[in-house]
């Protein structure tokens, strides 16, 4: 019998995502600590604005949506990550979402601030060998493997057809063993934070993730991961648990600025704001949003 023993990049990029940028819409003030402190937030999963995302599997694993979407699928695998679904009590990966757009509505909207913040621009390539050289790396017997709680780097995926052959629903789970990131709960993780419903596609978005193994103990708590400080925010009555990603070259990972339509920043000021921190952005890679938005 032959085992599927499948190994993949969990970095995606520039030249799939076709494209050499990726944007984070936020507010000035966000915005401002990402460049004074030269880092971004991870934040737990369990606060995301769609409550439902990371349980998404759940619905496309029910036995009408299957048949409805005409996908052949094997009953065995279907119950395999059911039973994996249900033995993980609380699903949190800690995220940072980009869009692959620059100027979106939408984003302005739901992101900026309702239009008053910015689009920072990533550049990929930088942004992947910042994170690789963050990871951990552990060995196991005489294999040297990614540590499995990894930085990884992806594109949403909105097909539900394409979510199941990922899922390989149509394969014997007896076929099967994967081996890329330490652990099949692991990767079960890793596709929970990649799938979304149809009914987002229109943010165009990819993640940065963090998957850490955190355990309580009686006398603090164990992290297994390349971050090991967990901090706190308070928002809305909540403790909004995060991570600080450091990123030493933000001159080369920082590629563009956009101004979101009700922005009140000017190009000159941003520019002089980056010279402060030795991000030596081309003034032709700061922008102004086309949209005619306005919010008032």
């Known amino acids: 019998m032959k085992i599927e023993n499948k190994r993949v990049s969990v970095f995606e990029s520039k030249d799939e995502m076709k494209q050499d940028e990726i944007f984070h819409y936020t507010s000035v003030d966000s915005f401002s600590k990402i460049i004074s402190n030269s880092s971004v937030h991870l934040t737990s999963s369990i606060y995301m604005n769609d409550g439902e995302e990371l349980i998404w599997i759940k619905n496309i694993l029910d036995h009408h949506h299957l048949e409805s979407n005409n996908f052949k699928y094997n009953e065995d695998r279907v119950k395999q990550l059911l039973k994996m679904l249900d033995q993980i009590e609380e699903m949190e990966v800690f995220l940072f979402s980009f869009s692959k757009k620059k100027d979106l509505l939408s984003q302005w909207r739901g992101y900026a601030d309702d239009s008053e913040g910015v689009s920072i621009g990533f550049n990929i390539e930088e942004l992947v060998k910042e994170l690789k050289s963050k990871r951990l790396r552990r060995s196991s017997g005489s294999v040297s493997i990614t540590d499995m709680a990894s930085f990884q780097l992806f594109s949403i995926e909105y097909d539900i057809i394409k979510q199941y052959e990922e899922l390989k629903l149509d394969k014997n789970p007896k076929e099967l063993h994967w081996n890329w990131i330490g652990s099949d709960f692991t990767w079960f993780k890793s596709v929970l934070s990649r799938f979304k419903s149809l009914s987002f596609k229109e943010e165009y978005e990819v993640r940065l993730s963090y998957l850490p193994v955190i355990n309580v103990l009686k006398d603090g ?20 648990p995060f991570f600080e990603l450091k990123l030493k070259n933000m001159d080369k990972i920082i590629s563009s600025i956009t101004i979101g339509p009700n922005c009140r920043l000017t190009k000159s000021e941003i520019k002089r704001f980056l010279r402060t921190h030795k991000i030596y952005l081309d003034e032709r890679k700061i922008y102004l949003s086309s949209s005619t938005y306005r919010n008032r």
């Open 221 to 240: 708590i164990r992290i297994n991961g390349g971050l090991q400080d967990i901090f706190y925010k308070s928002k809305n009555g909540q403790l909004i």
